[in-house]
C-alpha cells in the first residue's frame, strides 16, 4: 500500500500572507494590516500592504503552481476583502478575484481549497470586539454564504478556520499575535464557543449551498507527543499527553478544538477544570457545532518530544545541538506518523495534512538558482513518516506543503522563507527552488520516488 491514486498532493498561502493590494479595489482593513502600520509588533516593522503581489501576479503564480504539477492548492479568502466591513456591504470586485482565481486553479488541472478564516479579521468586526463579541458566530455565517454562494459551484473543499490555536491563544490570551492582548479565563472560554459558534454556522451554509458534495474541515495545529518507543504503554502516555487540557493552555491543546467539532462535547475533565466558568450551551448549538465534518486537518511542523539532556537548559531543542529550522522549530518527521494515527484513531475521520514545511536561509545562488537541499531532506523524511502512516492502514488524502512561495511570516515579516517558490520582493522576480523541481518528481511519482 502507499499513497491512493487520487491522493491530494498540494500547497498551501494565506490570503494577508501574500496577495498585498491591501486597500486595492474597494478591499477594507483587516487587523494586521493596522497592527503593522500601528509599529513596534512585527520585525523592522515590515508590512502586508505589497507582500508577494499576489493579487495582481494571480496568473503567473497558478502558472508555475501547473508546472510544479500540484495537484491542490490550499488559500483563504481575506474577508474584509469579501466584505470591507466585515457584514452587509459584498465587494464585488474583491469577490470576483477569488472566482478568477478558482477558475485559473480548475483550467491548470488544480483541485481549489478555501480556508475561510486565516486570521484577518476585519477591523470594523474588531471593533465590535470581534471574536469576543457572540455574534461573530452570525456575521461568520453570513460571510460564508456570500462566498460559497459565489464559489461553491467550483470549490468542493473548504476549511471553515485555521489554528484557533494561534489566532485565539497566541492573539487573545498570551499577546503575542494580532490582536496582541492577554485576557482571562472567562474571556478565553467565551471566545472559544464563539469560534465553535461561527464554525457551526460556516458548516451549515457550506452544506446549505455546495451540498452533500462539499469535503468540510478544519485546520487546526497543537502539539503532539511523539514516544519514544512503539510499546502500549509508551504509546498511550503519549496520546493522552496529545489530547490533555489544563487551566492556563487549554487554548493551545488539541482536543479543546476538536472534540466539541467532531465529538460534540468538551472534552473529558472540563467541568472539573472550569466549574461554573465553562459556557452552557444548548443542545440546538451543540448540534450545529458538531455536524458531521469530512475530514481532519492539520497544520504541523514539529513534534512534542522529552528533552534528553536537561530541559530547562534546551527548551523545546531535543538534546544539545539538535536539527532545527530557522523558526526555531525541531526538526521531528515522526510527527507525521503519529499526528495521522493519534487523530485518525480518535476522530474516525480520513486525515488531510494542511500545512507542513520549514524555514529556511534560502537566496538566489550565483547561477540563479536556489539551492534548498535542507528543504528537500526536510520534506522528505516528513513524507516517509506520512507513507509509513498509509501503509498502517491510517486514512490520509492529501498533504499541503506550506508554502507554495516565501510571503509574510506575520510577526517574523520577510525574513522567514517558507517557499517552494523564492520571491525577491525588491523586484517580485520568482524562481522555483530546487525543491519545487523535486516535489514536481514526488507528485508525478505520487510518493515512489521517496524511498530511493
Ligand atoms: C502556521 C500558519 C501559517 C504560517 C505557518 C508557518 O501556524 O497557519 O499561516 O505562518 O504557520
Not at 487573545?172 to 492582548?181: C, S, T, Y
Not at 545541538?321 to 476522530?347: C, D, Q
Not at 522528505?380 to 507554495?404: M, P
Request: aromatic share 14%; glycine share 10%.
Amino acid at each position: 500500500m502507499s499513497f491512493s491514486k487520487d491522493f491530494l498532493w498540494g500547497a498551501a498561502s494565506a490570503a494577508h500572507q501574500l496577495e498585498g493590494a491591501y486597500l486595492e479595489d474597494g478591499k477594507g482593513l483587516g487587523i494586521w494590516n493596522f497592527f503593522e502600520h500601528e509599529g513596534g509588533h512585527i520585525a523592522y516593522n515590515e508590512t502586508a500592504d505589497v507582500s508577494c503581489d499576489h493579487y495582481h501576479h494571480m496568473k503567473e503564480d497558478v502558472a508555475l503552481m501547473k508546472q510544479i504539477g500540484l495537484k491542490s492548492y490550499r488559500f483563504s479568502v481575506s474577508w474584509p476583502r469579501v466584505m470591507p466591513e466585515g457584514i452587509g456591504r459584498v465587494n464585488e470586485k474583491g469577490l470576483q478575484f477569488y472566482s478568477d482565481l478558482v477558475d485559473e486553479l480548475i483550467s491548470a488541472g488544480i483541485e481549489p481549497m478555501i480556508t475561510l478564516f486565516h486570521w484577518n479579521l476585519p477591523l470594523a468586526l474588531f471593533e465590535k470586539g470581534g471574536w469576543k463579541n457572540p455574534d461573530i458566530a452570525d456575521w461568520f455565517g453570513e460571510y460564508t454564504e456570500v462566498v460559497v454562494k459565489r464559489l461553491g459551484d467550483r470549490v468542493k473543499y473548504w476549511m471553515t478556520i485555521n489554528e484557533p490555536q494561534m489566532f485565539i491563544g497566541f492573539g487573545l490570551g498570551m499577546g503575542l499575535m494580532a490582536p496582541f492582548e492577554k485576557n482571562d479565563t472567562q474571556t478565553m472560554l467565551n471566545a472559544s464557543v464563539n469560534v465553535f459558534r461561527a464554525h457551526g454556522k460556516a458548516v451549515t451554509a457550506i452544506r446549505k449551498y455546495v451540498g452533500a458534495e462539499a469535503k468540510i474541515g478544519m485546520a487546526p495545529t497543537g502539539s503532539v507527543w511523539i514516544p519514544k518507543d512503539d510499546s502500549s504503554k509508551e504509546l498511550e502516555r503519549c496520546r493522552e499527553m496529545s489530547f490533555a487540557i489544563d487551566k492556563d493552555s487549554f487554548f493551545m491543546g488539541n482536543s479543546w478544538w476538536a472534540d466539541p467539532l467532531f465529538l460534540g462535547h468538551y472534552p473529558e475533565g472540563s467541568e472539573e477544570i472550569f466549574g461554573d466558568m465553562l459556557p452552557k450551551l444548548s443542545k440546538e448549538e451543540w448540534d450545529e457545532i458538531s455536524q458531521p465534518l469530512d475530514f481532519y486537518g492539520f497544520n504541523v511542523y514539529e513534534g512534542a518530544h522529552e528533552h534528553f539532556d536537561d530541559e530547562t537548559k534546551y527548551g523545546r531543542y531535543e538534546y544539545m545541538g539538535s536539527p532545527h529550522t530557522m523558526m526555531g522549530w525541531s526538526i521531528t518527521p515522526e510527527v507525521l506518523y503519529y499526528a495521522p494515527k493519534f487523530f485518525y484513531e480518535r476522530y474516525h475521520k480520513p486525515i488531510m495534512i494542511t500545512e507542513n514545511g520549514m524555514a529556511g536561509m534560502d537566496w538566489e545562488s550565483m547561477d540563479g538558482k536556489v539551492h534548498d537541499y535542507q528543504r528537500i531532506d526536510f520534506t522528505r523524511r516528513y513524507l516517509l513518516e506520512l507513507e509509513r502512516a498509509v501503509n498502517d492502514g491510517i486514512d490520509v488524502i492529501g498533504y499541503q506543503h506550506w508554502s507554495i512561495m516565501d510571503n509574510f511570516e506575520w510577526c517574523q515579516g520577510y525574513k522567514m522563507r517558507f517557499g517552494l517558490i523564492h520571491v525577491d520582493y525588491r523586484t517580485l522576480k520568482r524562481t522555483l527552488k530546487d525543491s519545487a523541481y523535486w516535489y514536481h518528481d514526488v507528485i508525478a511519482s505520487n510518493g515512489a520516488n521517496l524511498s530511493v
